[in-house]
């Protein structure tokens, strides 16, 4: 037994599963997490002392690398004024206005301390502001955990989800409608059938829950276009592409104008900040200004915003999105001819600083293709690369990330590794 095996065994006696986040309790890839210890630039150092190459970079924030020094002078510099202090804060003014700069969608946001509560928060808006029910969701994207998104699709294509989760009442997912990703035809239908109460749809552009599954921009078109013409509100969940695929995210690439978008990881940069922000008519709902309740203790909280602020700023330099993209490229090129090399079925391909590996013979277009992937392959695949010190998601529905610290040598180092793991995979095909 090592280290992380002693960690895991004690942690399961006082924690459920030994996590706090079911991914990476290993799961589906089997064996004891490892239990990381310190983080530096695009590494990080488990209990044991042994250090990987970080591709899951605290699963997107991390995308300047582990302990950038401006970022972590800006947080030391926050704690010395003060924790939290429950009131309003002159920096949440400096990191709103920020975004507003980055993001020509948003004219107002506001923030909440994740993901999961800013979908949440997002979805009541909708509701509140069009006064309709039903949510239209895709299946294979995530939106956090909150109630009315846990939901499986139902029996028939156009039927009701079920919950995917038990403790969900199906009278609270009654509403949700979900479709699969990339069908334009099933979204008209579902809008033809029930566009008069259709509060919103939510969508990840390029979908990041389910590996990575960019939409095809003729589905993301026809959404906005739906919604304009019944009256739904867009919500793009850029909770992981937000500063990730691109400076302004997913829908820079696309070229639309969500109403509204939720945004986490990257925001906070390794900090829990979310927000959750749009037209200034439908942000206006929200309380104090408007009906729809939302609140947040810590909320905006100084140390948190601090990190964030100072994030945003560093991500602003000039070609830090073309080096990222590259490298990134560099990764997943290099990965697909050393597998070819090798004789394994497998194809890779990236968004900016985000990333796909599939053990498929072509690009998954949604859900039902992710799921045909190669999971034994997968799995020594996995394995094989952590033995050799190289730290990738440990499942294959998730997506993958770089940092701009990944330099040429850090990706060297990895494909390296990835020709013996490759050749593994190979030998036991
Ligand atoms: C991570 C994620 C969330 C949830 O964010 P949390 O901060 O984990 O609650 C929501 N949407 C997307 C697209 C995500 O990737």
Redesign the pocket.
């Known amino acids: 037994m090592d280290t992380n095996d002693i960690l895991f065994e004690r942690a399961r006696q006082s924690i459920p599963g030994g996590v706090n986040s079911p991914v990476r309790a290993f799961g589906s890839v089997g064996g004891s997490p490892r239990f990381m210890k310190k983080a530096q630039g695009a590494y990080m150092w488990d209990e044991d002392g042994k250090r990987y190459v970080d591709y899951i970079g605290s699963?997107?924030p991390m995308i300047l690398g582990h302990n950038h020094p401006e970022v972590i002078r800006a947080v030391h510099d926050a704690v010395d004024q003060g924790l939290t202090f429950g009131c309003a804060t002159q920096r949440e003014i400096l990191i709103a206005e920020e975004i507003r700069r980055i993001i020509p969608s948003i004219e107002e946001v506001r923030l909440v301390s994740?993901?999961?509560?800013?979908?949440m928060s997002a979805i009541r808006l909708a509701r509140g502001y069009t006064g309709r029910n039903k949510i239209i969701k895709f299946e294979g994207?995530?939106?956090?955990?909150s109630d009315s998104l846990l939901v499986k699709a139902g029996s028939g294509m156009l039927t009701f989800g079920n919950p995917s989760s038990a403790g969900v009442p199906a009278s609270v997912t009654e509403h949700t409608l979900v479709l699969e990703y990339n069908n334009v035809e099933q979204l008209e239908g579902a809008f033809k059938q029930y566009g008069d109460d259709i509060a919103c749809v939510i969508v990840?552009a390029v979908a990041?829950?389910m590996n990575m599954v960019p939409g095809k921009p003729e589905f993301i078109h026809a959404m906005c276009e739906l919604c304009t013409r019944y009256g739904a509100v867009l919500i793009v969940?850029e909770?992981?592409t937000g500063f990730r695929v691109a400076l302004g995210g997913a829908q820079s690439l696309y070229g639309v104008v969500p109403d509204i978008t939720?945004f986490?990881?990257v925001i906070g940069g390794g900090m829990p900040v979310?927000a959750f922000g749009g037209r200034r008519d439908i942000m206006e709902k929200i309380a104090p200004c408007g009906p729809v309740y939302q609140a947040g203790t810590l909320s905006g909280n100084p140390v948190a915003v601090a990190c964030g602020l100072t994030t945003l700023k560093l991500i602003q330099e000039e070609g830090f999105y073309d080096r990222l993209s590259a490298q990134a490229t560099k990764l997943t090129t290099g990965l697909e001819a050393i597998a070819k090399d090798a004789g394994v079925t497998f194809c890779a391909r990236s968004v900016g600083g985000m990333f796909g590996l599939y053990f498929l013979d072509q690009y998954p277009q949604g859900f039902a293709d992710v799921m045909k992937a190669d999971a034994k392959s997968f799995n020594t695949f996995f394995h094989a690369m952590l033995d050799e010190g190289v730290y990738l998601a440990p499942s294959l529905f998730e997506a993958g990330f770089v940092s701009i610290m990944h330099t040429d040598e850090v990706i060297d180092e990895t494909l390296e590794a990835a020709r013996k793991a490759f050749a593994k995979v190979a030998a036991q095909q």
Do not use: L
């Open positions: 699963w997107g994740s993901g999961t509560e800013a979908g994207c995530y939106h956090g955990h990840e990041g829950n969940d909770v992981m939720m986490g990881k979310a």
